[in-house]
């Protein structure tokens, strides 16, 4: 325990009505909560991490008390792992109705106070046996220095125990306590409207193979480090919204995410170039989350994860492709390519895992016995794991206006990066800007490797921009 995770202590007011007498009631483990608990690991802790910067300071006791029964009216947040025996069937979640520890902590102001809270975001994981397993920490801004996220105001860095639940999930609670807190409207916008048919161009297009690697083994990244370490590192940095071309017949050509998936590709296409790597496939593993945004929106790890191979259609574009700069033909077609794929992967219907996992978090054996299994599983199957994680949250569907405090001028998130992939890449879309987070393992890169890397996708980011003047109608925005 830190000191920043509150020992247990009596929850300070009720949260609303009738939420102080709620009985506590168990839910078993889904699927996606089971996997990962079988595979936690300490030296790489499960953290998925948002920061939120506001330009104001809210009022310390209103936000404790909005946060507080945000949890409340979203009691699925409001877990704790159960007591359990290796023997016993499922995992179980105990939904407590209040929570077990005040989730929100000030730590001190001054030089280097966001540096270290996101370093105890990637560190620090809330534990699994107090609910919500959750931290927020309000770190203030001084307004001294220059470069990324200099400025006065506060910064609302939040940390989630990746076992529990994912990003978007906990941005729905943020949202509804930015409601109570600041007292105006913070329900979603409505999703944008994907016109359907042909693409830009108004050709008929054949639906290309859905872009996942069966059995292909995917490349690895190549490694870089001084020495071996522990835990994750992390690079945020803002980034310019590429360009793309006008819509045609209200459909675009390819999405922000389409190009956000080729920057990954050229990413690591060209370090392992620069790394002598042979080329090989790359495997880009990209969450979809179909959830509702409102108030009723399932609280969890509510994505399905689907791949996007690049591989042998592009295998002959390969030497163009990690010239640097790449070649803008070669962009062009695989651009085209991943938007006829994504396309096809976002309609196809299909489960969190997949069967294999269905069938293996199945109640018949001791959790004991499938938590073995599911570990030998995940070590003889690590040779085919995909290449990175891309995770692109898009635009904030939400307002987050904390009143007096304002409205976010940046959102960042990060996902865990665990080996054998080792890179996971976040991006959001606050102000017209591309909000990115590299995150790595300390197994694979170092921090300077790191950074290198980062440079290399804002480059590869760059290489994917329309080269004529228009936009989309919507301003390129992901």
């Given at each position: 325990?830190?000191?920043?995770?509150?020992?247990?202590?009596?929850?300070?007011?009720?949260?609303?009505?009738?939420?102080?007498?709620?009985?506590?009631?168990?839910?078993?483990?889904?699927?996606?909560?089971?996997?990962?608990?079988?595979?936690?690991?300490?030296?790489?802790?499960?953290?998925?991490?948002?920061?939120?910067?506001?330009?104001?300071?809210?009022?310390?006791?209103?936000?404790?008390?909005?946060?507080?029964?945000?949890?409340?009216?979203?009691?699925?947040?409001?877990?704790?792992?159960?007591?359990?025996?290796?023997?016993?069937?499922?995992?179980?979640?105990?939904?407590?109705?209040?929570?077990?520890?005040?989730?929100?902590?000030?730590?001190?102001?001054?030089?280097?106070?966001?540096?270290?809270?996101?370093?105890?975001?990637?560190?620090?994981?809330?534990?699994?046996?107090?609910?919500?397993?959750?931290?927020?920490?309000?770190?203030?801004?001084?307004?001294?220095?220059?470069?990324?996220?200099?400025?006065?105001?506060?910064?609302?860095?939040?940390?989630?125990?990746?076992?529990?639940?994912?990003?978007?999930?906990?941005?729905?609670?943020?949202?509804?306590?930015?409601?109570?807190?600041?007292?105006?409207?913070?329900?979603?916008?409505?999703?944008?409207?994907?016109?359907?048919?042909?693409?830009?161009?108004?050709?008929?297009?054949?639906?290309?193979?859905?872009?996942?690697?069966?059995?292909?083994?995917?490349?690895?990244?190549?490694?870089?480090?001084?020495?071996?370490?522990?835990?994750?590192?992390?690079?945020?940095?803002?980034?310019?919204?590429?360009?793309?071309?006008?819509?045609?017949?209200?459909?675009?050509?390819?999405?922000?995410?389409?190009?956000?998936?080729?920057?990954?590709?050229?990413?690591?296409?060209?370090w392992n170039h620069l790394h002598g790597r042979p080329s090989g496939p790359v495997v880009v593993t990209m969450p979809v989350d179909d959830r509702p945004r409102g108030t009723d929106m399932p609280?969890?790890?509510?994505?399905?994860?689907?791949?996007?191979?690049?591989?042998?259609?592009?295998?002959?574009?390969?030497?163009?492709?990690?010239?640097?700069?790449?070649?803008?033909?070669?962009?062009?077609?695989?651009?085209?390519?991943?938007?006829?794929?994504?396309?096809?992967?976002?309609?196809?219907?299909?489960?969190?895992?997949?069967?294999?996992?269905?069938?293996?978090?199945?109640?018949?054996?001791?959790?004991?016995?499938?938590?073995?299994?599911?570990?030998?599983?995940?070590?003889?199957?690590?040779?085919?794991?995909?290449?990175?994680?891309?995770?692109?949250?898009?635009?904030?569907?939400?307002?987050?206006?904390?009143?007096?405090?304002?409205?976010?001028?940046?959102?960042?998130?990060?996902?865990?990066?665990?080996?054998?992939?080792?890179?996971?890449?976040?991006?959001?879309?606050?102000?017209?800007?591309?909000?990115?987070?590299?995150?790595?393992?300390?197994?694979?890169?170092?921090?300077?490797?790191?950074?290198?890397?980062?440079?290399?996708?804002?480059?590869?980011?760059?290489?994917?921009?329309?080269?004529?003047?228009?936009?989309?109608?919507?301003?390129?925005?992901?």
């Open positions: 325990m830190t000191a920043l995770q509150p020992a247990r202590q009596e929850p300070a007011g009720d949260g609303p009505p009738g939420a102080a007498g709620r009985t506590v009631r168990r839910i078993p483990f889904p699927v996606v909560d089971e996997i990962t608990r079988h595979c936690l690991m300490p030296e790489e802790p499960e953290t998925v991490h948002i920061e939120v910067h506001l330009p104001g300071r809210p009022d310390p006791g209103r936000l404790r008390a909005a946060f507080r029964e945000a949890l409340c009216r979203h009691p699925r947040i409001l877990m704790r792992q159960a007591p359990h025996r290796w023997w016993r069937r499922r995992y179980e979640w105990e939904l407590t109705g209040v929570p077990d520890v005040d989730p929100v902590v000030f730590p001190p102001p001054g030089p280097g106070a966001l540096e270290r809270a996101r370093q105890r975001a990637l560190t620090d994981c809330p534990p699994l046996d107090a609910s919500p397993p959750v931290r927020m920490e309000v770190v203030e801004r001084q307004g001294t220095g220059g470069g990324e996220g200099a400025g006065a105001g506060t910064v609302l860095l939040i940390t989630i125990n990746h076992t529990a639940l994912d990003g978007p999930a906990c941005l729905r609670v943020l949202a509804t306590a930015a409601q109570l807190y600041g007292g105006a409207d913070n329900a979603p916008a409505p999703p944008p409207v994907r016109a359907a048919g042909t693409a830009a161009g108004g050709a008929p297009q054949a639906t290309p193979p859905a872009g996942g690697h069966g059995l292909v083994r995917p490349v690895r990244i190549a490694g870089e480090h001084g020495h071996r370490a522990d835990g994750n590192g992390m690079l945020v940095v803002e980034l310019p919204v590429p360009a793309r071309p006008p819509r045609t017949g209200g459909r675009a050509a390819f999405t922000v995410n389409d190009q956000l998936l080729v920057a990954t590709c050229l990413m690591v296409a060209r609280i969890g790890n509510g994505t399905r994860l689907v791949s996007v191979g690049f591989g042998p259609e592009e295998k002959q574009d390969a030497a163009l492709l990690t010239a640097g700069p790449p070649d803008p033909a070669a962009v062009a077609r695989l651009l085209r390519g991943t938007a006829a794929r994504t396309r096809a992967l976002k309609a196809a219907p299909g489960s969190q895992l997949g069967l294999g996992a269905a069938l293996l978090t199945a109640p018949v054996l001791p959790v004991g016995v499938r938590g073995v299994l599911t570990r030998a599983l995940r070590t003889a199957a690590a040779p085919l794991a995909s290449t990175t994680l891309l995770s692109n949250i898009g635009r904030i569907p939400y307002p987050l206006d904390f009143g007096d405090a304002g409205r976010p001028s940046a959102v960042w998130f990060s996902a865990p990066a665990r080996m054998p992939r080792g890179l996971t890449v976040t991006t959001v879309s606050v102000g017209g800007r591309i909000q990115l987070a590299l995150r790595w393992s300390h197994a694979l890169l170092d921090d300077a490797a790191g950074a290198r890397l980062g440079a290399l996708f804002a480059e590869s980011l760059a290489a994917t921009s329309w080269p004529g003047d228009g936009r989309t109608a919507d301003g390129g925005a992901p």
